[in-house]
């Protein structure tokens, strides 16, 4: 699945309060217009169209390529949207917002769709997991903190949320919907935006980690004295290295220059473990064991006994120390490997015609810019607003991909 991906820097202040009243005019008029062409359920894939939802926002009139772009369309489209007239409801924002979901959700569909409460419940689980998976899941350096769901009469909905790395100062957007969704744990997302790929980014949602989840959940449902065990065990090797660390990264390099006969305390060979293990460093990949465990969360997994990686990622508290305790334990004892690959795969902000370093998605580009410029022309608004719009898509486009067009 292509992953498009856009750079997003923080940038501090507030939209004006004039600006504001202009997007959110704009906003709802564009949106309506959509609806009222293709249907409420087109509008909320446009939405997680990462590209798309970029050019909308550069259209309302914002930053075009401001991490702004996340809070404020969302903001503005929460004020604009009338269910009554586009027939969609958003919950959640920014912030202490995002969190409101849970209250949002059932107020919001039992009041405008009179949705039944196992469609509600499929709602509420949607917003908490794609929460969970991009927060533990993914550990890729970024803390959500906005969080959004769009959904119609019907149940079908749309995540937009954005994390932030306090080192860098980047944010990145992670866009779901629940169209053709198959699973939260395997590839899930419509697209990520961000302007680079993240080294030594666990990516349990990865194709390649299949293997690696399936031994998690047994670990996960295994008795709990054998998890601290194997965990014990991989920080008193790493100790006796040099320098002293409790990463992991130590245990491999070492590992060459140790008797590959040595055994756990169940008889288990890691000679042939830690031969394997020895290459994962010419990938650039970081193995550390995190410092602090709740050894409740795994007595709590223990008596649930989940079925799949999608239960136990589920259950309340197994956050990203969980995550990655059990995959590292799955990867370096039982040798099943994890996904250490950013699932960032592509970057349009300096792509080439010829594909290199990253190629552009021309084909979902143009039908974006097409799309919105007809629903810019068929908008209720004074033709200068419209002129202005059409515009800011126009410049956005040349911003974007001017240097790569031929």
Not at 150 to 167: A, C, H, L, S, Y
Not at 312 to 319: N, T
Request: aromatic content about 10%; overall charge neutral; proline content about 4%.
């Amino acid at each position: 699945m292509d992953f498009s991906t856009i750079n997003l820097p923080l940038h501090g202040g507030h939209a004006p309060p004039y600006l504001i009243r202009r997007m959110v005019k704009l906003s709802g008029s564009i949106s309506k217009v959509i609806i009222e062409e293709y249907g409420q359920h087109e509008f909320l894939m446009r939405l997680a169209d990462p590209l798309w939802f970029q050019a909308f926002g550069c259209v309302l009139g914002f930053d075009w390529h401001s991490s702004g772009v996340t809070t404020v369309v969302t903001g503005v489209l929460k004020e604009s949207i009338n269910e009554n007239v586009h027939g969609i409801s958003i919950a959640g924002g920014k912030g202490r917002k995002s969190t409101e979901t849970k209250n949002e959700i059932p107020k919001l569909a039992e009041k405008h769709y009179n949705l039944s409460s196992t469609k509600i419940d499929e709602l509420l689980y949607a917003s908490k997991m794609t929460a969970k998976i991009d927060n533990a899941a993914i550990q890729d350096s970024y803390s959500l903190y906005h969080h959004a769901i769009f959904f119609d009469k019907n149940g079908n909905w749309t995540v937009v949320q954005q994390g932030m790395n306090p080192n860098t100062k980047m944010a990145r957007r992670y866009h779901w919907t629940s169209d053709n969704l198959k699973s939260f744990v395997y590839e899930p997302h419509v697209g990520i935006i961000d302007d680079k790929k993240i080294p030594n980014t666990l990516n349990m949602t990865s194709i390649d980690s299949i293997e690696n989840q399936k031994i998690c959940v047994e670990l996960a449902k295994s008795d709990i004295n054998y998890l601290k065990s194997s965990v014990y065990k991989i920080k008193e090797i790493t100790k006796n290295f040099q320098p002293r660390t409790n990463t992991l990264d130590s245990w491999i390099a070492e590992a060459s220059v140790m008797d590959n006969t040595i055994s756990d305390d169940n008889g288990y060979d890691l000679g042939d473990k830690k031969r394997k293990s020895r290459d994962y460093l010419n990938d650039g990949e970081h193995y550390e064991m995190p410092f602090k465990l709740d050894w409740n969360i795994f007595r709590k997994s223990y008596d649930i006994q989940p079925q799949n990686y999608e239960d136990l990622i589920s259950i309340p508290g197994f956050g990203p120390a969980s995550v990655r305790a059990l995959s590292l334990i799955g990867e370096i004892i039982f040798g099943t490997k994890a996904s250490w690959q950013d699932p960032v795969k592509f970057n349009f902000a300096h792509g080439g015609k010829d594909g290199v370093p990253y190629p552009i998605a021309r084909k979902t580009y143009d039908k974006s810019i097409s799309y919105l410029s007809s629903a810019i022309e068929g908008a209720e608004i004074q033709r200068e607003e419209r002129i202005d719009a059409l515009k800011k898509l126009s410049e956005y486009s040349d911003r974007m991909f001017k240097p790569n067009r031929q």
